[in-house]
């Protein structure tokens, strides 16, 4: 029995106990050696119980999504024993493998070979492995309005390869389920494996019981969202360190993103980083926008319109002091996205520096420039896109750290947002 296990029998008292089907299970299971040399060596990642026997991951294929696929079984709509056919399912461009793909803890949270699944795995799927792809790769054309009205102003030029039109741009498509490493993710952010599971187990109310009772299972599905890429010019430059990079890392922010809320700089800032990309393409290196899903601080769309109310109703008023105190009475911290997995993409995508990267924030840029990703410049939001109710967000992040840039002025204790019924 592995230290591991002793650690969780005792934190558990007994939940752990492994069962006579978990040994079984074992024993047919093919066991995943994360960062192993070839695909081979490392082995699928199966987390399908269509047959148990072969189920060598803790979770489930599609992240909050495999909820649905549940309720789909359960109403009869889907087979339980389906499997997709992957038939012209191919990624439109290859992607590695790169020399970080085997940099022992460089990747954690996604599986470098979850895009090539047909390809280097064909011979479990032709044996009856459910092996599922956990990264899709496809062409598209975005429009935006503000990227149209850039064009029709001149700032940006239709080139017919990345600005196709005066409303398309064309980009290529990364979606990526997350795909847990868990002694890489432990080791990562700096806490014991044993207390990672435990917790995991803990805080899920018990969902994934083989947390604690199956030390052997080194690799976790986490029921979250995952990263989408955006990849403007050739993306086979990525990882050519000659290619000139543009990038903007966008945690979600559904309100701003998609409606326009006023009350933060999610959506100009994703629109100046997608500007900062295109022209990067069009200038002959690549851009890029990493858009990971980690809605309000990764805090929850709930939570986040809770602290609006908070700070809307305070006596004091919506002030910059009190930005990050308000978010923390409600959450009991300010903020869960733990940017310390964040780069991993960069990694698998082979980049290695960012010539600009369209962010304030100090600690995508820490996490980065931490993981080995060199930073060249750092382009700050300029003042006349900041929506008029999102100075009291910015101040705040201002006087927390954030990088100024241009934006020398002090920050203002006058600063106030909106009322709530305003």
Known sequence: MTEIQTDIDVKHSGAAAISTKDRSARAESRRIDWGASTPEQRGPVIASTSHAAH?????????????Y????????????????????????????????????????????WGHKVSEVFGRYLDRGYDVRPTIAVTRAHIAMPEI??????GRIAIDGTVVVSASSVAVTK???????????????????????????FEHTGGMYPELVSRPDLKVFLPPIGG??????????????ASTRIACRVHDEC?????????????????????????????????????YNRKEGRSLGEVTKFL?????????????PEYYFKRTECVAGVQDMRFQELMPDVFHWLGVSHIDQLVSMSDSKYNAL????????????????????????????KLAAGYYRGSLKRPVSAGTHGRGLFE
């Open 55 to 67: 189920r060598n991951a803790i979770g489930a294929h599609g992240g909050g999504y495999s909820i």
């Open 69 to 112: 696929r549940a309720l789909a079984v359960a109403s009869g709509k889907l087979k339980p024993s389906h499997r997709p056919d992957l038939t012209n399912t191919a990624p439109t461009f290859n992607i590695g493998p790169y020399p970080q793909w085997f940099e022992t803890g460089a990747i954690v949270s996604l599986d470098p």
């Open 148 to 153: 149209e009205a850039a064009i029709a102003s």
């Open 174 to 200: 990364i979606a990526i389920e997350p795909v847990w490493h868990l002694p890489g993710v432990a080791a990562r952010l700096d806490v014991a494996e044993v207390d990672l599971r435990s917790a995991l």
């Open 227 to 240: 990263t989408t890429v955006y990849c403007f010019g050739d993306p086979n430059r990525l990882a050519k």
């Open 254 to 290: 559904n309100g701003s993103d998609v409606f326009g809320s006023d009350i933060c700089t999610c959506r100009p800032y994703l629109v100046q980083g997608i500007e900062a990309a295109v022209a990067m393409a069009q200038a002959g290196g690549a851009g890029l926008v990493v």
């Open 307 to 319: 602290v609006y109310n908070a700070r809307k109703r305070g006596t004091e008023g919506d002030r």
């Open 369 to 396: 420039v931490k993981a080995g990703i060199s930073i060249g410049d750092r382009i700050e939001i300029p003042p006349d896109l900041v929506p008029a109710d999102a100075h009291v967000e910015l101040e705040a």
